[in-house]
């Protein structure tokens, strides 16, 4: 694939696998579900909230039992891979939780566990990554206030950076969506695919207003009159995603279209393993999808740096003031808790006990 950026032309190779796209969707679900309030997808283009994924863990455990055993090798071996609810304790101080999100509307997300439910319900303070989902308005905002981060500011468009065939490809894609390709044509590479990455079902059903995981969690606090903090600005979630090279972002965006409806099969096992709390089994699992099951070693360690690992760091040294007060029911993506340079470890740093809630 050559992309022209200016008078530069960049020779990339067909990727092997589709690993590193489909760990990018998975982080851009939020903004995604920002874009599907931005682009004001009506519930007439978007009308089917029905999901019709498959969980590709079940049909990797009936057709081929020795890799599927590998997965969960591989899984079992990530530290703190078990388990999306846990117990953050200090002596003298009251217990706070911690649960590991899913940023989807997906009503079995929703529905939180009991005890999660009456740990959210009994605390004084409610933790998300970003406080500014309370308001489209404030979210949209922080869009808008970097254009650079989202939108090519120097007259570039999408349309010359794809092939022609993949430009075609994309606008079916997003029709299939309800989003008119001129309405990205300006957006930068990820910002697109993370509206790609989403099923029909979840544009469905953000364009009916329904929140997701997080926003509910922090609407319904600020409903009961409760304290909502956040850990970081949105405008810091995008200045992370767009610190990466472009061309990293393209390819990204390719490998998301050539999954095609498969992408709803991925969406779907993710969101099976995050109902199991089998959290470590996500990036061994994302593996097996790739044709060739290998990831490229280098941009995986690039982008694991910058917006799993970093943002990890700056989620547990700005939770530690909050947490110090006790009482906290903090909420960040699930795939931010585990490995060992997850939040809890991090946390535990810090002298906190954190232990899984069964």
């Excluded at 605390?123 to 406080?131: G, H, N």
């Excluded at 779907?268 to 109902?275: A, K, S």
Aim: with cysteine.
């Amino acid at each position: 694939m050559t992309i022209t950026i200016g008078h530069l032309s960049l020779r990339i190779a067909t990727p092997d696998n589709m690993l590193l796209g489909l760990i990018a969707a998975f982080h851009m679900l939020l903004a995604a579900a920002l874009l599907a309030g931005l682009l004001a997808v009506s519930s007439a283009q978007a009308a089917d909230d029905t999901c019709t994924g498959k969980n590709l863990m079940t049909e990797l455990q009936q057709n081929d039992p020795a890799r599927y055993a590998e997965v969960v090798k591989e899984a079992d071996a990530t530290p703190n891979g078990k388990g999306i609810f846990w117990k953050i304790e200090k002596p003298g101080l009251k217990t706070s939780f911690l649960l590991g999100s899913m940023h989807v509307t997906d009503p079995r997300v929703l529905n939180l566990p009991l005890y999660a439910q009456a740990a959210r319900d009994g605390a004084d303070t409610i933790v998300i990554e970003s406080d500014e989902i309370l308001s489209e308005k404030k979210a949209a905002a922080a869009l808008l206030a970097r254009p650079d981060l989202t939108m090519f500011t120097d007259g570039t468009t999408i349309e010359k950076l794809l092939s022609r065939e993949d430009y075609a490809r994309l606008g079916a894609g997003l029709k299939r969506r309800g989003i008119p390709l001129s309405a990205v044509s300006r957006m930068r590479p990820w910002m697109i695919a993370s509206a790609v990455a989403l099923p029909a079902c979840e544009i469905s059903r953000k364009a009916k207003g329904i929140p997701f995981l997080d926003q509910k969690i922090a609407a319904d606090a600020t409903a009961e009159g409760k304290q909502v903090r956040g850990l970081e600005t949105l405008a810091e979630q995008l200045q992370a995603m767009a610190e990466l090279p472009v061309e990293f972002h393209l390819k990204s965006l390719i490998e998301t279209l050539e999954l095609g409806s498969k992408m709803n099969d991925v969406v779907e096992t993710m969101t099976d393993l995050y109902l199991s709390g089998d959290i470590g089994m996500t990036i061994p699992m994302l593996k097996t999808v790739s044709p060739d099951g290998k990831d490229e070693e280098s941009d995986y360690a690039s982008f694991e740096q910058r917006i799993i690992l970093d943002r990890n760091k700056i989620m547990a040294e700005r939770a530690a003031p909050i947490l110090a007060n006790g009482n906290v029911f903090m909420a960040v993506g699930a795939l931010h808790l585990p490995g060992d340079g997850g939040v809890i470890e991090l946390l535990r740093k810090q002298g906190f006990t954190v232990t899984q809630v069964n």
